[in-house]
Nanobody, 112 residues
Framework: QVQLVESGGGLEQPGGSLRLSCVASKSFFSNYIMGWYRQAPGKQRDLVGTITSGGDTNYADFVKGRFTISRDNAKKTVYLQMTSLKPEDTAVYYC??????WGQGTQVTVSS
């Protein structure tokens, strides 16, 4: 089974940028749709966006125009580029493979 490891979270000021990475343990991850989700304290886990094996992306309305998902299949990595960060973007961000496998999450905190 593929394993996923997220990184790149941290503390950022409003208006700033962060790039999250999610590295898969197996190369066949390139065959699967990958998703980024987030969960704020006391709230449900929400879909941020997805990217297909062919690179087609889809985003939740609350991140459209600010976040970009990309993937590098040779590096077995999917990225979440976050710009124009807002305090409400504070959450634990998770990547998901094929709707079945989750990473451990990485904390993103947006605060001045």
């Amino acid at each position: 089974q593929v394993q996923l490891v997220e990184s790149g979270g941290g503390l950022e000021q409003p208006g700033g940028s962060l790039r999250l990475s999610c590295v898969a343990s197996k190369s066949f991850f390139s065959n699967y749709i990958m998703g980024w989700y987030r969960q704020a304290p006391g709230k449900q886990r929400d879909l941020v966006g997805t990217i297909t094996s062919g690179g087609d992306t889809n985003y939740a309305d609350f991140v459209k125009g600010r976040f970009t998902i990309s993937r590098d299949n040779a590096k077995k990595t999917v990225y979440l580029q976050m710009t124009s960060l807002k305090p409400e973007d504070t959450a634990v961000y998770y990547c998901n493979c094929g709707g079945a496998v989750w990473g451990q999450g990485t904390q993103v905190t947006v605060s001045s």
